[in-house]
């Protein structure tokens, strides 16, 4: 039977390393709150003034996970790119990336689910696998958050969580008998919640695009979000679709070796292990050095992770899973091979 399986994982963030001390100096926020609120301590941001997009982090993140797995870009074939952040409006990030990697043919996706980007992307490669469509994919999550947030104070409550970087993955078709890769995926989308989470400006909805006469600092121009409502919708959710997942799998929440939480906040993590009697140690968490990286969160964490050999072994069992911007949720289920 045909499995996907994870062949080499890679991350990057900018150089410019932004402290919630330095937060304090453009706007009216304390290390305190942000740390207290969110467990967030510090945030990579693109340096002033450099002209960098998401498919330059997810280059950089794209060359070590193709250099982990021993793979030329040439050797791909289908790229899927999350980002809510992409360089331009359109042609798409995968196309931008697909051509820094060298490529001029390469199929390559943009998807646009925020914080549950890669794993609607992970969970998508594994069927292009699974048909026979793809053999080797790249699976990429990318944001350039810093260059579109209200840094004043009225932008705070969003602006001290997010922050900018990439994660990627090589995911390989094999023929195998055994029960690892991709062993389920659950992925849900409720839009009844959009504007609980949104960027509003520029709108194809409105008869003018970019309405005239507004001033650049319009607040629908950045983000918004209703804090906390997906704070208590995460709460609920992620627990729900871990069943779900489980259950589809066969599986007990004992045979998950580390849960990869999407990094939204460190509170949210830490209620959804108490619920589900999770062990802290089990929980994988980097939010506090890299803030919310949104599509990125998930496949930095899981490098992350490998590189300190907490996973990585044959059977070791993982549950990657998040609630974002959508609404959308989901959960994956990954077995190594
Ligand atoms: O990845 C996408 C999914 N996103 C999430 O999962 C985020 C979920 N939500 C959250 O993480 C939390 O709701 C936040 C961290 C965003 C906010 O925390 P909160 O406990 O919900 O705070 P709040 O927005 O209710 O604000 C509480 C107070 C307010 O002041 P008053 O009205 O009580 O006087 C805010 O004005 O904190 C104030 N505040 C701040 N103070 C200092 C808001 N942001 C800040 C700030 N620094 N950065």
Request: net charge negative; hydrophobic share 40%.
């Amino acid at each position: 039977m045909k499995r996907s399986v994870i062949r080499g994982t890679g991350r990057a963030v900018p150089s410019r390393l932004v402290t919630n001390e330095d937060l304090t100096k453009i706007m009216d926020t304390s290390d305190e709150w942000i740390r207290q609120r969110t467990g967030i301590e510090q945030r990579y941001w693109i340096p002033e003034g450099e002209e960098l997009g998401a498919s330059d982090l997810g280059l950089e993140a794209s060359k070590k996970a193709l250099d982990l797995a021993g793979w030329q870009a040439e050797d791909l074939d289908f790229i899927i790119f999350a980002t809510l952040s992409p360089d331009i409006m359109f042609p798409g990030s995968g196309c931008l990336l697909a051509d820094k990697l060298g490529l001029n043919s390469t199929p390559a996706l943009d998807i646009r689910q925020q914080c549950t980007g890669f794993l609607y992307g992970l969970a998508t490669a594994d069927a292009y696998i699974k048909s026979g469509l793809a053999s080797k994919v790249l699976v990429v999550g990318a944001e350039v958050h810093s260059t579109g947030l209200d840094k004043s104070t009225r932008g705070r409550d969003v602006t001290v969580i997010f922050g900018d970087g990439a994660g990627a993955v090589c995911v390989e078709g094999i023929e195998t008998d055994e029960n690892v890769g991709v062993i389920a995926s659950c992925l849900h989308a409720d839009g009844s919640g959009a504007d609980s989470l949104m960027v509003e400006l520029p709108a194809s909805r409105l008869p003018d695009r970019m309405p005239k006469d507004l001033p650049a600092d319009d607040p629908r121009y950045f983000p918004s979000m209703d804090g906390k409502k997906v704070f208590k919708k995460a709460v609920r959710k992620l627990p729900e679709v871990t069943k779900e997942v489980l259950e589809k799998a066969d599986l007990a929440i004992d045979d998950v070796d580390m849960f990869f939480p999407h990094q939204a906040n460190l509170r949210i993590n830490q209620a959804y292990g108490q619920f589900m009697k999770i062990d802290e140690s089990k929980i994988f968490n980097n939010i506090q050095r890299y803030g919310n990286t949104t599509a990125a969160s998930i496949p930095m964490a899981f490098d992350e992770a490998i590189e300190q050999k907490l996973v990585g072994k044959k059977n070791d069992t993982v549950l990657f899973l998040g609630l974002g911007a959508g609404l959308t949720w989901g959960g994956v289920l990954y077995r190594f091979a």
